[in-house]
């Protein structure tokens, strides 16, 4: 099958990874595939397989990537094309459309929490675009069953229309033999690892403040794996605590897992999330999870807190108590890699692979 991928860029992110896992997966198993961005040169970019045609729109933004892309599906002529994220998605539609090829689209965003992130005015104008863009499409992916209901309540659409796949655990690099920091070497002291962009979304400060609370009545540290425009807001809060010594901004690095997999446990404090990879990742590990109970994704990849604790978004006080659960009693290693087994890439791949030709059958 020739398959076109279309994303918005190739920035560290989820949705971005999971499309060039796709793609490799794919290119690997003897598909013709290609794959475009507004831009590629990003942080993803060395990881694609060399043997697949990359496309640089070289747009500024959903319109202006309308005409690169139409004149790509033109010269590439897939079979069918897959795109994520949802102003790519509005993208490959009208260029699918343009080109009579069928169209995938897959949305990574729980969508009312989404737009409600958006100014006024464009919240009218997605609210007005998305159906009219979303209905045209030959088929719609959501990664959760709760985002699927949420995205036809917006399009107004019956929530059969939508498949729900999930994210796959996707392939990470060998973790290291040495520690990537000395805290993670100290067997006294636990280790609590976060994830993610420095953003209001991921909510850190309560995850500071949970491990904070605990760490008045015992020994714990915590490590923040990433960057981004709060980081001067987060440090200003550790340091007006005194929390220097247990907290510990380590900014993006090559490899998580040299984190997780050393962790006691991994905390998820996010106020919303589409499908938490990093949260998989951990359950991949073996490493002991807690989250909140944000839209959306962790309470179906937990199965209503089986195989990790659930907590009310913002609770710094259950978030912390949830933690020292954790530490006192983990959960088997084995049966958590086991349910991250339930994610394997190759079965959400041949998901996927289903889904393309779901849509193709209802182009013709």
Known sequence: MK???HISNLDPGGAQKVMISLANTWQEEGHQISLSANSVNGYWRSTIDPSIRVVDLRAQNLLTAIPPLRK???DLRPNVILSAMTQANITAVIAGKLTGTPCVLSERHHTTTWMKRLSP???VVYKSLLPLAYTRADALIALTASSARDLCTVI????ETVLVIPNPVTKSPDVSAMAPHPWLEDAEIPVVV???RLVTQKDFATLIQAVAALAKHRLARLIILGDGPLLATLTNLVRSQGLEDIVFFAGHVSNVQDYITRAKVYALSSNFEGFPNALLEALASGTPVVSTDCPTGPREILEDGKYGGLVPV???????????QALDHPCDPKILKKRAADFDLKAIS???????????SHSS
Not at 156 to 159: E, F, G, L, Y
């Open 350 to 360: 041949g998901s996927y692979l289903d889904a393309l030709k779901h849509g193709m």
């Open 121 to 123: 005015l464009k919240r």
């Open 156 to 159: 107004k659409q019956p929530t």
């Open 314 to 324: 913002g609770d710094s006080n259950a978030l912390g108590q949830a933690i020292e």
């Open 3 to 5: 398959i076109h991928l």
């Open 72 to 74: 790509a599906l033109v």
């Open 194 to 196: 976060g994830v993610g």
